[in-house]
């Protein structure tokens, strides 16, 4: 049996992405393949799929096989519940979580001038999109937002340094996208003291 197919039926049927240590894993020790006859195994299995409505695709927490982005218009309407649009403050908060992070509730506030409402936070948590990641050294030691591993899989990233710009991250959340422009002017405008001492390192990768 060739090992391009094992590790395809592996896919098909765990419905997850599969790191390469869970590839090896499926042998036994005696018959494991190695790291390199794994990656050319991937390499073979993505050359054969290269003309397919299919993809294998390489995400944060691995490899997945999955639909080509041309076919969603058709594939869609086999769901009966669709997204729903997302308002301009969940979008905001998510970007600034997603773009600046590691970023407490209090630098969110500050960058888009109003309250976060805690019903906001709650539910991106409850979406695995973000975690807490620590907390801030000053006073009340309030928690650090940074976005997590399921996050990155979601949008088909493997890691934040392939975030889009930030426009064409919005558009295919179908949110309201009025304000993208001003929100971005105002996340790139010098830090205030407050924020100068948080470190915002879009090459974590989250493996």
């Known amino acids: 049996m060739e090992l391009k197919h094992i590790l395809e039926a592996a896919l098909m049927a765990s419905g997850r992405p599969l790191t ?9 020790e005696a018959e494991r393949p190695n790291e390199a006859e794994l990656l050319m195994a991937l390499e073979h299995m993505a050359e054969e799929y290269q003309w397919r409505p299919m993809e294998l ?12 982005e041309a076919y969603s218009p058709w594939i869609s309407k086999l769901f009966e519940e669709r997204p729903g649009r997302y308002s301009r403050a969940f979008l905001e908060t998510l970007v600034i979580i997603a773009y600046r992070q590691p970023a407490t509730r209090g ?28 907390h801030k050294e000053v006073p009340g030691r309030p928690a650090l937002f940074g976005t997590t591993a399921h996050f990155l899989d ?27 422009d001003a929100l971005l002017t105002t996340m790139n405008q010098p830090q205030t003291a407050a924020m100068a001492d948080s470190p915002h390192d879009l090459n974590n990768s989250h493996e």
Do not use: C, H, M, N
């Open 154 to 180: 979601y949008f088909g990233l493997t890691s934040l340094a392939e975030l889009p710009p930030l426009k064409e991250f919005i558009d295919p959340l179908g949110g309201e996208s009025a304000g993208v």
């Open 57 to 68: 695709k390489k995400v944060a927490s691995g490899y997945r096989l999955q639909v080509r």
């Open 107 to 134: 630098e969110i506030e500050e960058i888009r001038g109003v309250a976060v409402s805690s019903s906001i936070i709650k539910t991106i948590l409850e979406r695995e999109w973000i975690e807490v990641i620590g």
């Open 20 to 28: 390469l240590d869970e590839f090896g894993r499926l042998f036994d």
